[in-house]
């Protein structure tokens, strides 16, 4: 998340507005407060916040009041409601007028940073999505797969003829694999390309959020919902949906895509028509679906629906003749100079022999290092910082059993593990969570429960 992330709160409790800004500040937000909602408001005129800490009970205009103006004049804007147990079902209302998440008083501080990070992420994706929609041409056109290796190839090939149909796709491959770029590289190459490619990430929104992100809502769904909104569906009419992360969908979201992918009808929250969008889904996952099938966590005829076509992207470390490939290509399109840093023999064999869990987003991110730290014309070995143990050797935990108070419980282990493993993987929850074999929404659930920090 972008640490200067702009950040409003509004309480009328000035010293709790007051212990709020120093923690924010001390994240690395920047941070403004006000104790009434009619300041609330002047302040969001004058500046673009990225999100909104709102109290409800004020004395002259309320959290609601804020949140309704809110809403109208940048919906952009993540509000995010304070709110005393008491208060929980008024909370909940101000979630069906678009507040985002709420926290209840007195606060977990660490609760609410996540909380905090997840709608700046949900922030980032509207903003994506509209980008996407508005800009797909120009975004398309720089789409460049590169590789050489058979594997990739034979991908390759069948993303081209998938291209042709109109068939549910199904994208499976480790974290930093490749499967957006593939998505766009067939939504490029359809004959939808002059339509949107539009972007959900099941993963990052909450579970009352998707289904109106999905399908829109009806003007009046929700008390005071003043007006219609149109799902992503109905924005990616005749152009392609990319659903990543689909083997998070809950359960009760599940049924309605397959609706939708057996005859393209759907409907908004408070709807009470049938509508109808012609798309193309394209769905990624880094699970095994037949796997959470099998455990009843994915239902059987979504994931046959969906899997008419399936492309499996092989990890880096099954292709290896794409790793110097890649990484030259990286050199030169990463390079903020004309004539790019050339690697040396040595960096060249040490990346030959790393095994890369994050894949090519990471060897992308090896590169972008080097680039900046290498300090002639040539990266040497050392340039890289290749982890020492070169990918396969994982650091073991099994010391952490027992330590001076006697044996550890299974929650200390697994808090242990976890930690440890954010740490390994430079916490990135996508790739620790996948490493981990547990969902991202689990990795989250945990680091609350187990309060890990940074
Ligand atoms: N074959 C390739 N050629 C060039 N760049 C690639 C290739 N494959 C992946 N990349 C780059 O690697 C990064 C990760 O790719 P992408 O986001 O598509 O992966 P992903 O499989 O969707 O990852 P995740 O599961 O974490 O969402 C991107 O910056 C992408 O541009
Ligand atoms: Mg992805």
Redesign the pocket.
């Known amino acids: 998340m972008p640490k200067n992330s702009k950040i409003l709160v509004c309480d009328d409790d000035e010293t709790l507005c007051y212990l709020l800004k120093e923690q924010l500040l001390e994240e690395g937000f920047s941070v403004d407060t006000v104790y009434d909602g009619s300041f609330a408001i002047d302040a969001i005129k004058k500046k673009n916040y990225d999100a909104l800490l709102l109290d409800l009970n004020m004395k002259d205009v309320s959290g609601e009041e804020v949140l309704k103006f809110t809403s109208d004049y940048n919906s952009t804007i993540q509000v995010i409601i304070l709110t005393a147990q008491s208060e929980i079902r008024k909370a909940i209302e101000c979630i069906k007028l678009g507040a985002y998440d709420f926290i209840t008083k007195p606060y977990n501080f660490d609760d609410l940073v996540l909380t905090i990070n997840r709608a700046l992420e949900h922030k980032e994706l509207l903003v994506k999505n509209t980008v996407l929609s508005n800009q797909v041409a120009k975004r398309s056109v720089g789409t460049?797969?590169?590789?050489v290796s058979p594997e990739?190839q034979k991908v390759m090939n069948l993303a081209h003829k998938s291209a042709m149909t109109d068939s549910s796709i199904l994208?499976e491959?480790?974290?930093?694999?490749?499967?957006?770029?593939?998505?766009?590289l067939i939504h490029k190459y359809s004959s939808r390309n002059d339509k949107p490619f539009v972007v959900i990430?099941c993963a990052s929104l909450p579970d009352q959020l998707i289904e109106s992100e999905l399908f829109g809502h009806e003007k009046g769904a929700f008390t005071d919902a003043k007006s219609t909104k149109q799902g992503l569906v109905e924005i990616a009419h005749g152009g392609t949906l990319f659903l990543?992360?689909i083997g998070e969908l809950s359960l009760s979201l599940q049924p309605k895509l397959l609706r939708f992918l057996e005859n393209g009808e759907y409907r908004r929250i408070g709807g009470v028509t049938n509508l109808t969008s012609n798309v193309r889904v394209i769905g990624?996952?880094?699970r095994n679906l037949l796997e959470e099938a099998d455990n009843k966590n994915f239902r059987r005829d979504l994931l046959f629906r969906l899997n008419v076509i399936t492309l499996t992207?092989p990890a880096l470390r099954e292709r290896k003749e794409?790793v110097l490939v890649?990484a030259r290509?990286?050199l030169e399109t990463k390079s903020p100079v004309r004539s790019p840093k050339k690697l040396s023999e040595e960096a060249e064999y040490a990346l030959m022999n790393y095994d890369y869990p994050?894949?090519?987003?990471e060897?992308?991110h090896v590169i972008e290092r080097a680039i900046i730290f290498a300090e002639g014309d040539i990266i040497t070995a050392d340039d890289l910082s290749l982890p020492t143990n070169a990918g396969r050797t994982i650091p073991k935990v099994i010391e952490l059993i027992a330590d001076e108070d006697g044996i550890l419980s299974m929650d200390e282990i697994e808090k242990r593990h976890i930690a440890k493993a954010l740490t390994y993987y430079r916490w990135?929850r996508?790739?620790t969570a996948?490493q981990l074999g547990i969902s991202p929404k689990t990795l989250y659930t945990k680091i609350k429960k187990y309060q890990i920090k940074q």
């Open positions: 460049r797969i590169v590789g990739l994208i491959g480790e974290t930093g694999t490749g499967k957006e770029l593939f998505a766009e990430n990543d992360e990624a996952t880094n992207i794409d890649l290509y990286f994050g894949n090519i987003r060897l992308e990135d996508s790739q996948s």
